[in-house]
């Protein structure tokens, strides 16, 4: 079964950048789509970006646009959120999730296909 862990977060001053990790293990994740969603306190859970498996189309929230990027590793069974010019309103616990098999095409309402991971906080902070 497939399992994903979340690291890379931290504490990070406005302008700054971070590099989100998801590491998958019990599959490969090159057959997967895999969106990264972000929940931040009193807030509901919202997607942030997404890898299509099929095409490789990428899907981004209007917020991040231009600021973050997805990307995978196939090698290393592992896909990454390279956010920049981060801001406070950043921050959040952030998780990845799969969110469709063989030839899953992102839309931007994309939903989890298994239970969430642990996730990793992002604090944008003075």
């Known amino acids: 079964q497939l399992r994903l862990v979340e690291s890379g977060g931290g504490l990070v001053q406005p302008g700054g950048s971070l590099r989100l990790s998801c590491a998958a293990s019990g599959a490969t994740l090159q057959y997967f789509g895999i969106g990264w969603f972000r929940q931040a306190p009193g807030k509901e859970r919202e997607g942030v970006s997404c890898i299509s498996s099929g095409d490789g189309r990428l899907y981004y929230t209007d917020s991040v646009k231009g600021r973050f990027t997805i990307s995978r590793d196939n090698a290393k069974n592992t896909v990454y959120l390279q956010m920049n010019s981060l801001q406070p309103e950043d921050t959040a616990v952030y998780y990845c999730?799969?969110?469709?098999?063989?030839?899953?095409?992102?839309?931007?309402?994309?939903?989890?296909?298994?239970?969430w991971g642990q996730g990793t906080q992002v604090t944008v902070s003075t």
């Open positions: 999730a799969a969110v469709g098999g063989p030839g899953y095409v992102c839309s931007g309402n994309d939903r989890p296909l298994y239970s």
